[in-house]
């Protein structure tokens, strides 16, 4: 009897145990079914980006840019599926074996079930149990016989609970391994899709970037003609701006503005923009270039926001761009370049996050992009300090 109570026992430490592997497996898939979903997000607002100039006959390296960051996301992706296939397999064998222990579990348990049935049956009757204690030598084997018939009866309850308890795992887990197949199956659907999509981002990017090769150095005219024209308006507004003694409402928004280093808002909501041009002087397909900022490709129609509180201290049409905000923080500066039909003027007040604008369209190539410049006014008025804006926005 002791026997048969301690395999019980056993069985329901087994089960409680297969219960907390269960959530400990589901904890760990959760995190690699989150970064699939990202991806996925990640790359859906990309190809909405790229077919928005898809028909265009002009192709432009900033669409060179945006398929390059496609394609790492779909290799991602590719990476993220298969790291999910693996897990999945492994949590389907892992059902597997749990069913067939359950069930050797429970065969075990019917043939103890059996066996206490017929002694339940040998004893069931009211005259063997008046026979049992009345037939004891004195009151005390009595009373320890009442116990022991009525401890037998809670143990023949207990393992018809168990047995029942053990159904039900067993059906769940069935169904668990069902719906775990299923799983695998569209995974491993989608990561052939996935390797379609793959070539064929591939074989757009060989073609994008045949139709603008041999264009570099137009490239890096316009280029530089765009970054002269906007210093050329910050030059004469810091000038104007600095005519102005700092005050000391200025010179805590200065404060507030470099703690808020790694904390500032983006000038669009983060994964609806990618960034095509990196800050500082980098080597890309069109050789050395010199970015003050950085530019993003954003989908058609984006709200374009202030990173930080400040006053607008100029908007002005840019040729071929929009137009360009300058916001004043201080002694710190942001230019947003590439906005179209601006929400502010000179002199509005905004907060961090406050619409400023949406994203031109370049009626030419059909992009959309957005320049985000920072950058700090030292000693000398004539040199600003320009700044990483990777390093100043939110990570």
Not at 87 to 102: H, L, S, V, Y
Request: proline residues 2%.
């Amino acid at each position: 009897m002791r026997l048969i109570a301690f395999f019980l026992a056993c069985c329901c430490v087994a089960l409680l145990g297969q219960a907390m592997r269960d959530v400990a497996g589901h904890e760990k898939t959760k995190p690699i079914s989150e970064e699939r979903q990202r991806l996925e997000a990640q790359i859906a607002n990309t190809s909405k980006i790229l077919s928005e100039t898809a028909g265009r006959r002009q192709r432009t390296f900033n669409e060179l840019s945006v398929l390059n960051y496609n394609l790492t996301l779909q290799q991602r992706m590719i990476a993220a599926l298969d790291k999910e296939i693996k897990e999945t397999q492994r949590n389907i064998d892992e059902i597997a074996g749990i069913q067939c222990a359950m069930e050797e579990d429970m065969l075990r348990v019917r043939e103890g079930y059996g066996r206490t049935a017929q002694m339940a049956y040998q004893a069931s009757t009211q005259e063997n149990f008046w026979l049992a204690v009345l037939s004891a030598s004195n009151l005390s084997e009595a009373f320890y016989r009442t116990v022991y018939f009525q401890q037998f009866n809670r143990y023949r309850a207990t393992q018809l609970e168990l047995l029942d308890e053990s159904r039900t795992y067993l059906a769940s887990k069935a169904e668990e391994w069902a719906i775990r197949i299923r799983q695998k199956e569209a995974l491993i659907a989608s990561g052939a899709q996935q390797r379609v999509q793959l070539q064929a981002m591939q074989v757009q990017k060989q073609r994008v970037y045949a139709e603008v090769k041999g264009k570099e150095d137009a490239y890096r005219k316009t280029l530089q003609q765009q970054q002269q024209s906007l210093k050329g308006f910050m030059a004469k507004l810091d000038e104007a701006t600095n005519a102005v003694p700092a005050t000391k409402a200025s010179i805590l928004l200065s404060g507030n503005f470099a703690s808020s280093k790694g904390h500032l808002l983006w000038p669009v909501p983060a994964g609806q923009g990618v960034i095509v041009a990196t800050f500082g002087e980098s080597y890309d397909k069109v050789g050395l270039v010199k970015n003050d900022g950085i530019t993003l490709r954003v989908p058609h129609g984006q709200a374009v926001s202030a990173v930080f509180e400040g006053e607008v201290i100029g908007v002005s049409a840019l040729r071929g761009r929009g137009y360009a905000v300058f916001l004043q923080h201080g002694a710190y500066r942001s230019t947003y370049s590439g906005v179209d039909a601006p929400t502010v003027k000179k002199g509005d007040q905004v907060t961090g996050g406050q619409k400023i604008g949406i994203a031109y369209i370049d009626p030419r190539t059909g992009e959309s992009l957005v320049d985000l410049v920072l950058y700090k006014l030292g000693a000398s008025k004539s040199k600003p300090q320009f700044l990483n804006p990777e390093a100043w926005l939110a990570h």
